[in-house]
Protein backbone atom coordinates (compact mmCIF):
# COMPACT_ATOMS: atom_id res chain seq x y z
CA UNK A 1 0.00 0.00 0.00
CA UNK A 2 1.29 3.60 -1.03
CA UNK A 3 2.29 6.46 1.45
CA UNK A 4 -0.10 8.54 -0.14
CA UNK A 5 -3.31 5.25 0.74
CA UNK A 6 -1.82 5.19 4.45
CA UNK A 7 -2.11 8.99 5.03
CA UNK A 8 -5.19 9.40 3.43
CA UNK A 9 -8.15 10.14 5.86
CA UNK A 10 -11.15 7.21 4.87
CA UNK A 11 -14.47 7.49 6.34
CA UNK A 12 -13.59 4.41 8.36
CA UNK A 13 -10.08 6.81 10.11
CA UNK A 14 -13.34 8.87 11.23
CA UNK A 15 -15.19 6.39 12.65
CA UNK A 16 -12.13 5.10 14.63
CA UNK A 17 -11.72 8.21 16.04
CA UNK A 18 -15.07 8.75 16.97
CA UNK A 19 -14.89 5.22 18.90
CA UNK A 20 -12.16 6.46 21.05
CA UNK A 21 -15.34 8.21 22.45
CA UNK A 22 -17.18 5.05 23.43
CA UNK A 23 -18.36 6.61 26.90
CA UNK A 24 -19.75 9.71 25.26
CA UNK A 25 -21.37 7.86 22.10
CA UNK A 26 -23.33 5.37 24.17
CA UNK A 27 -24.95 8.42 26.25
CA UNK A 28 -25.54 9.89 23.00
CA UNK A 29 -27.83 7.02 21.57
CA UNK A 30 -29.05 6.65 25.33
CA UNK A 31 -30.32 10.37 25.14
CA UNK A 32 -31.56 9.72 21.67
CA UNK A 33 -33.67 6.74 22.49
CA UNK A 34 -34.80 9.11 25.20
CA UNK A 35 -35.89 11.65 22.98
CA UNK A 36 -37.34 9.38 20.77
CA UNK A 37 -39.28 7.85 23.80
CA UNK A 38 -40.24 11.05 24.54
CA UNK A 39 -41.37 12.53 20.90
CA UNK A 40 -43.33 9.57 19.24
CA UNK A 41 -46.05 8.55 21.91
CA UNK A 42 -47.10 12.66 21.42
CA UNK A 43 -49.14 12.77 18.46
CA UNK A 44 -50.86 9.44 20.14
CA UNK A 45 -51.94 11.15 23.24
CA UNK A 46 -54.38 13.79 22.63
CA UNK A 47 -56.39 12.10 19.67
CA UNK A 48 -57.30 8.87 21.50
CA UNK A 49 -58.80 10.96 23.71
CA UNK A 50 -61.16 11.76 21.15
CA UNK A 51 -62.40 8.12 21.22
CA UNK A 52 -62.30 7.95 24.83
CA UNK A 53 -63.46 11.80 25.76
CA UNK A 54 -65.68 12.86 23.38
CA UNK A 55 -67.17 9.86 21.29
CA UNK A 56 -67.01 7.86 24.95
CA UNK A 57 -65.53 4.39 22.91
CA UNK A 58 -63.18 2.38 25.79
CA UNK A 59 -61.85 4.45 28.78
CA UNK A 60 -57.77 2.48 28.35
CA UNK A 61 -55.90 5.67 28.50
CA UNK A 62 -58.91 7.21 31.30
CA UNK A 63 -58.86 3.96 33.72
CA UNK A 64 -54.73 4.86 33.57
CA UNK A 65 -55.49 8.99 34.40
CA UNK A 66 -57.52 7.96 37.27
CA UNK A 67 -54.69 6.49 39.07
CA UNK A 68 -53.15 10.23 39.31
CA UNK A 69 -56.59 12.42 39.11
CA UNK A 70 -58.28 13.29 42.06
CA UNK A 71 -62.03 12.47 41.70
CA UNK A 72 -63.31 16.26 41.22
CA UNK A 73 -60.67 15.76 38.15
CA UNK A 74 -62.19 12.59 36.37
CA UNK A 75 -64.02 15.02 34.26
CA UNK A 76 -63.44 15.73 30.41
CA UNK A 77 -61.91 19.06 30.92
CA UNK A 78 -59.86 17.40 33.73
CA UNK A 79 -58.92 14.77 31.40
CA UNK A 80 -58.15 17.30 28.55
CA UNK A 81 -56.02 19.32 30.82
CA UNK A 82 -53.78 15.93 32.57
CA UNK A 83 -53.24 15.12 28.91
CA UNK A 84 -51.95 18.67 28.07
CA UNK A 85 -49.73 18.91 31.44
CA UNK A 86 -48.42 15.36 30.00
CA UNK A 87 -47.46 16.70 26.70
CA UNK A 88 -46.00 20.12 28.13
CA UNK A 89 -43.60 17.53 30.25
CA UNK A 90 -42.75 15.70 27.39
CA UNK A 91 -41.80 18.22 24.88
CA UNK A 92 -39.80 19.93 28.03
CA UNK A 93 -38.18 16.70 28.22
CA UNK A 94 -37.49 16.06 24.50
CA UNK A 95 -35.98 19.62 24.73
CA UNK A 96 -33.19 18.56 28.01
CA UNK A 97 -32.28 15.73 26.18
CA UNK A 98 -31.64 17.14 22.44
CA UNK A 99 -29.59 19.70 23.76
CA UNK A 100 -27.51 17.42 26.23
CA UNK A 101 -27.42 15.11 23.04
CA UNK A 102 -26.39 17.96 21.13
CA UNK A 103 -23.94 18.96 23.49
CA UNK A 104 -22.05 15.35 23.40
CA UNK A 105 -21.88 15.27 19.75
CA UNK A 106 -20.32 18.70 19.60
CA UNK A 107 -17.64 17.80 21.72
CA UNK A 108 -17.10 14.50 19.84
CA UNK A 109 -17.22 16.28 16.52
CA UNK A 110 -15.04 19.22 17.91
CA UNK A 111 -12.30 16.08 19.07
CA UNK A 112 -12.50 14.40 15.71
CA UNK A 113 -11.85 17.63 14.18
CA UNK A 114 -8.69 18.67 16.35
CA UNK A 115 -6.78 15.15 15.57
CA UNK A 116 -7.27 15.61 11.94
CA UNK A 117 -6.37 18.93 12.27
CA UNK A 118 -3.15 17.72 13.94
CA UNK A 119 -2.64 15.23 11.25
CA UNK A 120 -2.69 17.72 8.58
CA UNK A 121 -0.44 19.90 10.62
CA UNK A 122 1.91 17.14 11.08
CA UNK A 123 1.86 16.45 7.28
CA UNK A 124 2.45 19.78 6.51
CA UNK A 125 5.71 19.32 8.27
CA UNK A 126 6.60 17.14 5.64
CA UNK A 127 5.40 18.88 2.25
CA UNK A 128 8.02 19.65 0.31
CA UNK A 129 8.80 23.39 -0.39
CA UNK A 130 7.92 22.74 -4.40
CA UNK A 131 4.68 22.09 -2.75
CA UNK A 132 3.80 25.04 -1.05
CA UNK A 133 4.83 27.62 -3.88
CA UNK A 134 2.40 25.73 -6.39
CA UNK A 135 -0.43 24.99 -3.22
CA UNK A 136 -0.06 29.13 -1.74
CA UNK A 137 -1.03 29.64 1.77
CA UNK A 138 -4.23 30.91 0.88
CA UNK A 139 -5.09 27.00 -0.60
CA UNK A 140 -3.99 25.67 2.32
CA UNK A 141 -5.37 27.70 5.07
CA UNK A 142 -8.47 26.99 3.07
CA UNK A 143 -7.65 22.92 3.98
CA UNK A 144 -6.97 23.67 7.31
CA UNK A 145 -10.61 26.09 8.28
CA UNK A 146 -13.35 25.22 5.94
CA UNK A 147 -12.95 21.75 4.91
CA UNK A 148 -12.55 20.98 8.41
CA UNK A 149 -15.75 22.81 9.62
CA UNK A 150 -17.41 21.17 6.75
CA UNK A 151 -16.77 17.99 8.35
CA UNK A 152 -16.96 19.02 11.71
CA UNK A 153 -20.67 20.22 10.73
CA UNK A 154 -21.52 17.12 9.17
CA UNK A 155 -20.14 14.48 12.36
CA UNK A 156 -21.61 17.56 15.02
CA UNK A 157 -25.06 17.89 13.63
CA UNK A 158 -25.98 15.32 10.67
CA UNK A 159 -24.90 12.61 13.00
CA UNK A 160 -27.00 14.12 15.84
CA UNK A 161 -30.31 14.49 13.45
CA UNK A 162 -29.79 11.45 11.52
CA UNK A 163 -29.48 8.91 15.31
CA UNK A 164 -33.06 10.62 16.32
CA UNK A 165 -34.59 11.02 13.18
CA UNK A 166 -34.00 7.50 12.55
CA UNK A 167 -35.32 6.33 16.04
CA UNK A 168 -38.40 8.40 15.33
CA UNK A 169 -38.95 7.04 12.03
CA UNK A 170 -38.80 3.48 13.58
CA UNK A 171 -41.05 4.25 16.55
CA UNK A 172 -43.52 5.96 14.51
CA UNK A 173 -43.93 2.67 12.18
CA UNK A 174 -43.90 0.38 14.77
CA UNK A 175 -47.09 2.36 16.17
CA UNK A 176 -48.59 2.42 12.60
CA UNK A 177 -48.03 -1.15 12.29
CA UNK A 178 -49.62 -1.62 15.74
CA UNK A 179 -52.75 0.64 15.14
CA UNK A 180 -53.43 -0.41 11.62
CA UNK A 181 -50.47 -2.94 9.77
CA UNK A 182 -51.90 -2.64 6.49
CA UNK A 183 -52.34 1.26 6.13
CA UNK A 184 -49.09 1.59 7.82
CA UNK A 185 -47.29 -0.93 4.96
CA UNK A 186 -49.14 2.08 2.38
CA UNK A 187 -47.10 4.72 4.30
CA UNK A 188 -43.75 2.91 5.19
CA UNK A 189 -43.30 1.68 1.39
CA UNK A 190 -43.53 5.01 0.06
CA UNK A 191 -41.08 6.40 2.02
CA UNK A 192 -38.17 4.85 -0.50
CA UNK A 193 -39.57 6.00 -3.20
CA UNK A 194 -39.31 9.65 -1.69
CA UNK A 195 -35.71 9.37 -0.37
CA UNK A 196 -34.22 7.40 -3.74
CA UNK A 197 -36.14 10.46 -5.83
CA UNK A 198 -34.33 12.66 -3.51
CA UNK A 199 -30.68 11.09 -3.42
CA UNK A 200 -31.29 11.27 -7.47
CA UNK A 201 -31.64 15.54 -7.16
CA UNK A 202 -29.12 15.41 -4.85
CA UNK A 203 -26.43 13.70 -7.07
CA UNK A 204 -26.52 16.55 -9.77
CA UNK A 205 -26.24 18.85 -6.77
CA UNK A 206 -23.09 17.06 -5.67
CA UNK A 207 -21.18 18.56 -8.51
CA UNK A 208 -22.40 21.68 -8.13
CA UNK A 209 -20.99 22.39 -4.57
CA UNK A 210 -17.58 20.34 -5.32
CA UNK A 211 -17.39 23.24 -7.95
CA UNK A 212 -18.48 26.20 -5.34
CA UNK A 213 -16.16 24.89 -2.92
CA UNK A 214 -13.19 25.02 -5.67
CA UNK A 215 -14.08 28.66 -6.20
CA UNK A 216 -13.93 29.58 -2.37
CA UNK A 217 -10.29 28.20 -2.62
CA UNK A 218 -9.38 30.08 -5.44
CA UNK A 219 -11.12 33.08 -4.19
CA UNK A 220 -9.24 32.46 -0.52
CA UNK A 221 -5.91 32.15 -2.46
CA UNK A 222 -6.08 35.08 -4.55
CA UNK A 223 -7.01 37.32 -1.20
CA UNK A 224 -4.55 36.21 0.69
CA UNK A 225 -1.90 36.55 -1.80
CA UNK A 226 -3.70 40.36 -2.17
CA UNK A 227 -3.70 41.47 1.15
CA UNK A 228 0.17 40.04 1.66
CA UNK A 229 1.38 42.65 -0.57
CA UNK A 230 -1.45 45.31 -0.55
CA UNK A 231 1.11 47.82 0.72
CA UNK A 232 2.91 47.62 -2.94
CA UNK A 233 -0.28 47.18 -4.31
CA UNK A 234 -1.43 50.11 -3.00
CA UNK A 235 2.23 51.84 -3.67
CA UNK A 236 2.04 51.15 -7.19
CA UNK A 237 -1.58 52.62 -7.74
CA UNK A 238 -2.98 49.08 -9.09
CA UNK A 239 -5.61 48.34 -6.54
CA UNK A 240 -8.64 48.67 -8.50
CA UNK A 241 -6.62 45.63 -10.92
CA UNK A 242 -5.91 43.69 -8.11
CA UNK A 243 -9.69 44.44 -6.69
CA UNK A 244 -10.94 43.38 -10.03
CA UNK A 245 -9.65 39.84 -10.55
CA UNK A 246 -10.79 39.56 -6.69
CA UNK A 247 -14.65 40.65 -7.76
CA UNK A 248 -14.53 38.07 -10.60
CA UNK A 249 -13.25 35.20 -8.25
CA UNK A 250 -16.26 36.42 -5.89
CA UNK A 251 -18.44 36.48 -8.93
CA UNK A 252 -17.48 33.21 -9.99
CA UNK A 253 -18.25 31.89 -6.30
CA UNK A 254 -21.35 33.90 -6.25
CA UNK A 255 -22.73 31.71 -9.46
CA UNK A 256 -21.37 28.36 -8.72
CA UNK A 257 -23.12 28.98 -5.21
CA UNK A 258 -26.24 30.07 -6.50
CA UNK A 259 -26.74 27.25 -8.90
CA UNK A 260 -25.99 24.95 -6.18
CA UNK A 261 -28.48 26.38 -3.43
CA UNK A 262 -31.25 26.95 -5.78
CA UNK A 263 -31.05 23.38 -7.02
CA UNK A 264 -30.70 22.20 -3.69
CA UNK A 265 -33.90 23.79 -2.56
CA UNK A 266 -35.57 22.70 -5.36
CA UNK A 267 -34.79 19.27 -4.87
CA UNK A 268 -36.11 19.79 -0.91
CA UNK A 269 -39.18 20.96 -2.48
CA UNK A 270 -39.85 18.54 -4.88
CA UNK A 271 -38.77 15.83 -2.26
CA UNK A 272 -41.60 17.56 0.09
CA UNK A 273 -44.67 18.14 -2.25
CA UNK A 274 -44.01 13.81 -2.94
CA UNK A 275 -44.54 13.40 0.62
CA UNK A 276 -47.25 16.31 0.56
CA UNK A 277 -49.09 14.41 -1.83
CA UNK A 278 -48.28 10.97 -0.17
CA UNK A 279 -50.22 12.47 2.81
CA UNK A 280 -53.29 13.23 0.68
CA UNK A 281 -53.82 10.41 -0.26
CA UNK A 282 -52.73 8.57 3.09
CA UNK A 283 -55.77 10.72 4.68
CA UNK A 284 -58.07 9.21 1.79
CA UNK A 285 -57.17 5.75 2.56
CA UNK A 286 -57.25 6.61 6.04
CA UNK A 287 -60.72 8.47 5.59
CA UNK A 288 -61.69 4.83 3.56
CA UNK A 289 -60.23 2.46 6.02
CA UNK A 290 -62.72 4.10 8.88
CA UNK A 291 -65.58 2.95 6.64
CA UNK A 292 -64.44 -0.73 5.62
CA UNK A 293 -63.19 -1.27 8.88
CA UNK A 294 -62.97 -0.88 12.49
CA UNK A 295 -60.51 1.81 13.23
CA UNK A 296 -61.93 4.86 15.16
CA UNK A 297 -62.36 8.04 14.47
CA UNK A 298 -59.76 8.76 16.95
CA UNK A 299 -57.32 6.86 15.77
CA UNK A 300 -57.91 7.62 12.21
CA UNK A 301 -56.95 11.48 13.62
CA UNK A 302 -53.53 9.91 14.97
CA UNK A 303 -52.53 8.30 11.53
CA UNK A 304 -52.70 12.08 10.69
CA UNK A 305 -50.58 13.25 13.49
CA UNK A 306 -48.32 11.10 12.32
CA UNK A 307 -48.32 11.37 9.21
CA UNK A 308 -46.97 15.29 10.03
CA UNK A 309 -45.38 13.95 12.50
CA UNK A 310 -43.09 12.04 10.07
CA UNK A 311 -42.49 14.90 7.72
CA UNK A 312 -39.73 16.07 10.06
CA UNK A 313 -37.51 13.11 10.70
CA UNK A 314 -37.61 12.46 6.92
CA UNK A 315 -36.69 15.64 5.90
CA UNK A 316 -33.98 15.49 7.98
CA UNK A 317 -32.77 12.28 6.81
CA UNK A 318 -32.62 13.60 3.39
CA UNK A 319 -31.06 16.49 4.41
CA UNK A 320 -28.23 15.06 5.72
CA UNK A 321 -27.24 13.58 2.36
CA UNK A 322 -26.84 17.03 0.93
CA UNK A 323 -24.00 17.78 4.36
CA UNK A 324 -22.44 14.11 3.08
CA UNK A 325 -21.60 15.29 -0.03
CA UNK A 326 -20.44 18.34 1.22
CA UNK A 327 -18.53 16.63 3.73
CA UNK A 328 -17.32 13.60 1.16
CA UNK A 329 -15.96 16.47 -1.11
CA UNK A 330 -14.10 18.30 1.70
CA UNK A 331 -12.64 14.86 2.97
CA UNK A 332 -11.19 14.68 -0.92
CA UNK A 333 -9.50 17.93 -0.82
CA UNK A 334 -8.09 17.00 2.44
CA UNK A 335 -6.74 13.84 0.82
CA UNK A 336 -5.60 15.86 -2.09
CA UNK A 337 -3.18 17.97 0.49
CA UNK A 338 -1.92 14.55 2.03
CA UNK A 339 -1.11 13.37 -1.16
CA UNK A 340 1.58 16.14 -1.77
CA UNK A 341 4.81 15.08 -1.87
CA UNK A 342 7.14 14.88 1.06
CA UNK A 343 10.55 16.32 1.80
CA UNK A 344 13.28 13.95 1.72
CA UNK A 345 13.37 12.08 5.54
CA UNK A 346 16.95 11.18 5.27
CA UNK A 347 18.24 9.25 8.43
CA UNK A 348 20.09 11.09 11.02
CA UNK A 349 23.18 8.64 11.09
CA UNK A 350 26.07 11.23 11.69
CA UNK A 351 26.49 14.04 13.01
CA UNK A 352 29.71 16.23 11.72
CA UNK A 353 28.40 19.67 13.42
CA UNK A 354 28.93 17.61 17.48
CA UNK A 355 31.89 18.88 19.17
CA UNK A 356 33.10 21.11 16.03
CA UNK A 357 33.03 25.02 16.01
CA UNK A 358 32.32 25.03 12.84
CA UNK A 359 32.62 23.01 9.44
CA UNK A 360 33.59 22.73 5.90
CA UNK A 361 30.40 22.57 2.94
CA UNK A 362 31.38 20.50 -0.21
CA UNK A 363 29.42 20.51 -3.03
CA UNK A 364 30.30 18.09 -6.12
CA UNK A 365 28.80 17.66 -9.32
CA UNK A 366 25.34 19.23 -8.26
CA UNK A 367 22.50 19.65 -11.22
CA UNK A 368 19.51 21.16 -10.51
CA UNK A 369 16.66 22.65 -12.74
CA UNK A 370 13.74 24.27 -11.51
CA UNK A 371 11.78 22.93 -14.80
CA UNK A 372 13.94 22.26 -17.73
CA UNK A 373 17.05 24.71 -18.26
CA UNK A 374 19.12 24.09 -15.28
CA UNK A 375 19.89 26.74 -12.41
CA UNK A 376 23.25 24.89 -11.44
CA UNK A 377 25.02 22.49 -13.77
CA UNK A 378 28.18 20.27 -12.16
CA UNK A 379 28.61 22.41 -9.62
CA UNK A 380 31.75 21.93 -7.70
CA UNK A 381 32.66 24.37 -4.47
CA UNK A 382 34.86 23.73 -1.65
CA UNK A 383 34.88 26.05 1.40
CA UNK A 384 36.93 25.34 4.51
CA UNK A 385 35.83 25.08 7.82
CA UNK A 386 35.57 28.58 9.33
CA UNK A 387 36.03 30.30 6.02
CA UNK A 388 34.46 33.39 4.97
CA UNK A 389 33.50 33.21 1.71
CA UNK A 390 31.59 35.19 -1.13
CA UNK A 391 28.89 34.55 -3.55
CA UNK A 392 29.15 37.12 -6.49
CA UNK A 393 27.67 36.79 -10.16
CA UNK A 394 24.52 37.83 -12.37
CA UNK A 395 21.36 37.72 -11.01
CA UNK A 396 19.89 34.44 -12.14
CA UNK A 397 23.51 32.57 -11.52
CA UNK A 398 22.18 30.41 -9.30
CA UNK A 399 23.39 31.57 -5.56
CA UNK A 400 20.17 31.54 -3.92
CA UNK A 401 19.59 28.48 -5.43
CA UNK A 402 22.27 26.57 -3.76
CA UNK A 403 21.33 28.17 -0.27
CA UNK A 404 18.47 26.23 -0.63
CA UNK A 405 20.21 23.25 -1.22
CA UNK A 406 22.79 23.76 1.43
CA UNK A 407 19.58 24.04 3.67
CA UNK A 408 17.69 20.87 2.02
CA UNK A 409 14.88 23.09 1.56
CA UNK A 410 15.04 21.96 -2.87
CA UNK A 411 17.01 17.94 -3.55
CA UNK A 412 19.42 18.55 -6.59
CA UNK A 413 19.07 15.82 -9.55
CA UNK A 414 22.47 14.80 -9.12
CA UNK A 415 25.39 15.01 -7.04
CA UNK A 416 25.67 15.38 -3.39
CA UNK A 417 26.00 17.97 -0.41
CA UNK A 418 28.67 17.56 2.02
CA UNK A 419 29.45 18.93 5.54
CA UNK A 420 32.97 17.85 7.34
CA UNK A 421 32.76 15.78 4.85
CA UNK A 422 29.37 14.04 5.35
CA UNK A 423 26.85 13.40 3.02
CA UNK A 424 23.45 16.00 4.03
CA UNK A 425 21.69 12.52 3.48
CA UNK A 426 23.09 11.30 6.25
CA UNK A 427 22.76 13.90 8.22
CA UNK A 428 19.45 14.51 8.17
CA UNK A 429 17.76 17.76 7.56
CA UNK A 430 16.46 18.70 11.14
CA UNK A 431 20.11 18.66 12.02
CA UNK A 432 21.76 20.70 9.29
CA UNK A 433 19.14 23.42 9.85
CA UNK A 434 19.76 23.33 13.53
CA UNK A 435 23.58 24.28 12.78
CA UNK A 436 23.16 26.35 9.87
CA UNK A 437 21.69 29.75 9.96
CA UNK A 438 20.72 31.81 7.48
CA UNK A 439 19.85 35.76 6.78
CA UNK A 440 17.31 36.64 3.58
CA UNK A 441 17.20 39.73 2.13
CA UNK A 442 13.65 40.08 2.66
CA UNK A 443 12.91 38.16 6.34
CA UNK A 444 9.89 36.47 7.53
CA UNK A 445 8.29 38.22 10.40
CA UNK A 446 5.41 37.20 12.58
CA UNK A 447 2.92 40.05 13.80
CA UNK A 448 4.12 39.17 17.45
CA UNK A 449 6.24 40.88 19.75
CA UNK A 450 10.42 41.43 19.22
CA UNK A 451 11.48 38.97 21.57
CA UNK A 452 9.29 36.24 19.87
CA UNK A 453 10.40 37.35 16.45
CA UNK A 454 14.11 37.14 17.84
CA UNK A 455 13.81 33.48 19.67
CA UNK A 456 11.76 31.92 17.62
CA UNK A 457 10.69 29.78 20.31
CA UNK A 458 14.27 29.00 21.58
CA UNK A 459 14.84 29.41 25.33
CA UNK A 460 16.97 33.08 25.38
CA UNK A 461 17.58 35.55 28.16
CA UNK A 462 16.62 39.17 28.45
CA UNK A 463 20.12 39.81 28.58
CA UNK A 464 21.40 37.61 25.25
CA UNK A 465 18.68 39.03 23.64
CA UNK A 466 19.64 43.07 23.54
CA UNK A 467 23.39 41.64 23.28
CA UNK A 468 22.16 40.00 20.03
CA UNK A 469 20.44 43.36 19.19
CA UNK A 470 23.44 45.59 20.08
CA UNK A 471 25.71 43.64 17.86
CA UNK A 472 23.13 43.78 14.87
CA UNK A 473 23.20 47.46 15.69
CA UNK A 474 19.64 47.87 16.26
CA UNK A 475 19.26 48.06 20.30
CA UNK A 476 19.41 51.74 20.32
CA UNK A 477 16.17 51.89 18.32
CA UNK A 478 14.64 49.00 19.90
CA UNK A 479 15.51 50.93 23.37
CA UNK A 480 13.69 53.74 22.28
CA UNK A 481 10.36 51.70 21.55
CA UNK A 482 7.98 52.36 24.77
CA UNK A 483 6.98 47.90 25.22
CA UNK A 484 11.16 47.36 24.09
CA UNK A 485 11.18 43.62 23.62
CA UNK A 486 7.66 43.11 24.15
CA UNK A 487 6.88 45.78 20.84
CA UNK A 488 4.45 44.10 18.23
CA UNK A 489 6.31 44.39 14.75
CA UNK A 490 3.10 43.82 13.06
CA UNK A 491 2.36 41.81 9.88
CA UNK A 492 5.44 40.73 8.47
CA UNK A 493 7.41 43.28 10.41
CA UNK A 494 5.44 46.37 8.53
CA UNK A 495 6.02 48.77 11.77
CA UNK A 496 9.70 48.31 11.12
CA UNK A 497 11.89 49.81 8.27
CA UNK A 498 13.45 47.66 5.77
CA UNK A 499 16.81 47.71 7.47
CA UNK A 500 15.56 47.62 11.38
CA UNK A 501 13.57 44.00 9.66
CA UNK A 502 17.27 43.07 8.06
CA UNK A 503 18.88 43.56 11.52
CA UNK A 504 16.34 42.25 13.75
CA UNK A 505 17.21 39.16 11.55
CA UNK A 506 20.66 39.19 11.65
CA UNK A 507 19.78 39.03 15.51
CA UNK A 508 17.89 36.31 15.52
CA UNK A 509 21.11 34.68 13.97
CA UNK A 510 23.25 35.23 16.20
CA UNK A 511 20.26 33.84 19.29
CA UNK A 512 20.88 30.52 16.69
CA UNK A 513 24.16 30.21 17.83
CA UNK A 514 24.85 28.34 14.01
CA UNK A 515 27.95 26.64 12.96
CA UNK A 516 27.62 27.57 9.42
CA UNK A 517 26.25 31.21 8.49
CA UNK A 518 24.41 31.86 5.34
CA UNK A 519 24.18 35.76 4.42
CA UNK A 520 21.89 36.45 1.57
CA UNK A 521 21.76 39.56 1.04
CA UNK A 522 21.30 40.64 4.29
CA UNK A 523 22.41 44.09 4.38
CA UNK A 524 21.14 45.06 1.36
CA UNK A 525 18.81 47.52 2.93
CA UNK A 526 21.08 49.57 5.33
CA UNK A 527 23.20 52.77 4.15
CA UNK A 528 26.61 52.56 4.31
CA UNK A 529 27.50 53.98 7.58
CA UNK A 530 25.50 51.02 9.15
CA UNK A 531 26.36 48.43 7.16
CA UNK A 532 29.78 48.77 7.81
CA UNK A 533 29.07 49.08 11.52
CA UNK A 534 27.54 45.78 11.21
CA UNK A 535 30.15 44.09 9.60
CA UNK A 536 32.59 45.47 12.04
CA UNK A 537 30.33 43.89 15.50
CA UNK A 538 29.92 40.68 13.64
CA UNK A 539 33.66 40.07 12.50
CA UNK A 540 34.16 38.32 16.01
CA UNK A 541 31.30 36.33 15.94
CA UNK A 542 31.94 35.55 12.73
CA UNK A 543 35.59 34.47 13.24
CA UNK A 544 35.90 30.68 13.21
CA UNK A 545 32.37 29.63 11.49
CA UNK A 546 31.86 29.14 8.00
CA UNK A 547 30.13 31.74 6.25
CA UNK A 548 28.54 32.59 2.54
CA UNK A 549 27.89 36.01 1.78
CA UNK A 550 25.43 36.32 -0.87
CA UNK A 551 25.68 40.16 -2.23
CA UNK A 552 25.95 42.58 -4.95
CA UNK A 553 27.46 45.26 -2.84
CA UNK A 554 31.07 45.47 -2.87
CA UNK A 555 30.90 46.15 0.68
CA UNK A 556 29.50 43.12 1.49
CA UNK A 557 31.65 41.17 -0.71
CA UNK A 558 35.19 42.61 0.68
CA UNK A 559 34.34 40.83 4.30
CA UNK A 560 35.11 37.61 2.51
CA UNK A 561 38.18 35.39 2.27
CA UNK A 562 37.27 33.92 -1.28
CA UNK A 563 35.08 34.90 -3.89
CA UNK A 564 33.53 32.71 -5.80
CA UNK A 565 32.03 34.18 -9.08
CA UNK A 566 28.66 32.37 -10.64
CA UNK A 567 28.11 31.92 -14.38
CA UNK A 568 25.32 30.35 -16.25
CA UNK A 569 25.29 27.74 -12.80
CA UNK A 570 28.57 27.08 -12.41
CA UNK A 571 31.60 28.98 -10.87
CA UNK A 572 33.68 30.81 -13.54
CA UNK A 573 36.03 32.24 -11.03
CA UNK A 574 37.27 32.36 -7.50
CA UNK A 575 39.92 34.23 -5.98
CA UNK A 576 40.93 37.06 -3.47
CA UNK A 577 39.01 40.24 -4.36
CA UNK A 578 42.05 42.35 -5.83
CA UNK A 579 43.06 39.62 -7.84
CA UNK A 580 39.96 38.97 -9.42
CA UNK A 581 39.90 42.66 -10.16
CA UNK A 582 42.93 43.36 -11.75
CA UNK A 583 41.91 39.85 -14.21
CA UNK A 584 39.32 40.79 -17.34
CA UNK A 585 36.85 38.41 -16.16
CA UNK A 586 33.38 38.61 -15.02
CA UNK A 587 34.08 39.69 -11.47
CA UNK A 588 35.92 42.67 -13.27
CA UNK A 589 33.20 43.65 -15.14
CA UNK A 590 31.03 43.51 -12.13
CA UNK A 591 32.81 45.39 -9.81
CA UNK A 592 35.61 47.26 -11.59
CA UNK A 593 33.94 50.65 -12.22
CA UNK A 594 32.21 50.34 -8.64
CA UNK A 595 36.30 49.92 -7.58
CA UNK A 596 37.28 53.33 -9.67
CA UNK A 597 34.25 55.49 -8.36
Same mark, same amino acid.
Request: net charge neutral.
Given at each position: ??????????????????????????????????????????????????????????????????????????????????????????????????????????????????????????????????????????????????????????????????????????????????????????????????????????? *???????????????????????????????????????????????????????????????????????? *??????????????????????? *???????????????????????????????????????????????????????????????????????????????????????????????????????????????????????????????????????????????????????????????????????????????????????????????????????????????????????????????????????????????????????????????????????????????????????????????????????? *???
Amino acid at each position: MSNTALESIRWGDIRALAFKHKKALLMAHGLALLVTLCSVPLPLLLPLLVDEVLLGQGRAALDVLDNFLPASAQVAGGYIGAMLVITLLLRAANLCFSVLQARLFARLAKDVVYRLRLRLLTRLERIALSEYETLGGGTVSSHLVTDLTTLDSFIGQSLSRFLVSLLMIVGTAGILLWMHWQLALLILCFNPLVILLTVKLGK *QVKELKRKENEGTSRFTQALTETLEAIQEVRAGNRQATFMGRLRERAQEVRDFAVAAEWKSDAAGRASGVIF *QLGIDVFRAAAMLTVLLSDLSIG *QMLAVFSYLWFMIGPVEQLLSIQYSYYAADAARGRLNDLLARADEPDYPALHNPFAGAESVSIDVRGVRFAYQQDPVLNDLNLNIAAGEKVALVGASGGGKSTLVQLLLGLYTPERGEICYGGVPLQQIGLPCVREHVAVVLQHPALFNDTLRANLTLGRERSDEECWQALDMAQLAVAVRAMPQGLDSIVGRQGVRLSGGQRQRLAIARMILARPKVVILDEATSALDAATEHAVHEALQDFLKGRTTLIVAHRLSAVKQADRVLVFDGGRIAEQGGHHELLAGDGLYAKLYGQL *QRL
